[in-house]
């Protein structure tokens, strides 16, 4: 079983910045990507950013590119999401998810394992 651990959240101001961390732990730990997700208030759940494991593949939502980087550290199992002028309709639970595929990776249904999420909250 492989467990995912979220760190980092918090409050921010419009314009701000927050890095998100993720921790994985387990069995053996290869995913085929790292993504994370987020879900604001009466909202479905929407792709922010993933990255590839074995590569250097990274994919955004459109409405985070330039802004928010994606990166990992396989060494220490970990996926960090470096968020930069953050918006306030960005307010929303960030989610980290494993993805033992490579298929669907822009969508939930192409992940295997989830954290608990972290809280985001960005003022105006």
């Known amino acids: 079983q492989v467990q995912l651990v979220e760190s980092g959240g918090g409050l921010a101001q419009a314009g701000g910045s927050l890095r998100l961390s993720c921790a994985a732990s387990g069995r053996t730990f290869s995913p085929y990507a790292m993504g994370w997700f987020r879900q604001a208030p009466g909202k479905e759940r929407e792709f922010v950013a993933a990255?590839?494991?074995?590569?250097?593949?990274?994919y955004y939502a459109d409405s985070v590119k330039g802004r928010f980087t994606i990166s990992r550290d396989n060494a220490k199992n970990t996926v960090t999401l470096q968020m930069n002028s953050l918006k306030p309709e960005e307010t929303a639970v960030y989610y980290c998810?494993?993805?033992?595929?490579?298929?669907?990776?822009?969508?939930?249904?192409?992940?295997?394992?989830w954290g608990q999420g972290t809280q985001v909250t960005v003022s105006s």
């Open positions: 990255i590839t494991w074995g590569g250097d593949n990274t």
């Open positions: 998810a494993a993805s033992l595929g490579r298929w669907h990776l822009l969508q939930d249904r192409g992940y295997d394992y």
